[in-house]
């Protein structure tokens, strides 16, 4: 049978297992509050790129359930995402971008909050939790 040793481990992991599973859930809660302010109004609620903006717009706002459809591969393409919605690196680099640079945007609230190295940390962790949020609406 199990020794005590392996029954401590195995609680262990499973502890592990819960409070991970729970911290992501939390991410996607600030993170689709975010995304209902900051978002919504060009994605839509549901992501799919119909927000009461988009008719307004020239660039249509994505579809934003597709984009591990999109990815080819099926799989969430994580830090595209990232670096989408961060906005301060150049990623396709073609033109002009329609979506706002939410990286400073953040930034400047950050950094009067915080200071300039606590204002990065917490931006990144702002544009992560969107980040999950996302994945947490892929369509299958
Ligand atoms: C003012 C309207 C507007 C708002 C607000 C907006 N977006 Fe966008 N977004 C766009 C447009 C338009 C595109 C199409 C690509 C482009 O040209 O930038 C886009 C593209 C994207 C993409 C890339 C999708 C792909 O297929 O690669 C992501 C991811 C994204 N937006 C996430 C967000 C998130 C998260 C927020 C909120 C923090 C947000 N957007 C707020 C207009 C907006």
Redesign the pocket.
Known sequence: MFSKKKITALALLLTTLSISSLASAEEELIGSN??RV??A???GIGGKGD?Q?AKF?T??????T??AK?AGNSVYPFL??FQ??DGRTEVSGHGD????V?GDRYNKEAIKKYGSFGGETATRARVLE?VYY?QSIQEK
């Open positions: 975010e995304y900051s978002c109004s060009c994605h927000g903006m717009l660039v249509k706002p994505s579809n934003l597709m984009l999109n595209k995402v989408v919605i971008r329609a979506m706002p939410w969107l996302l």
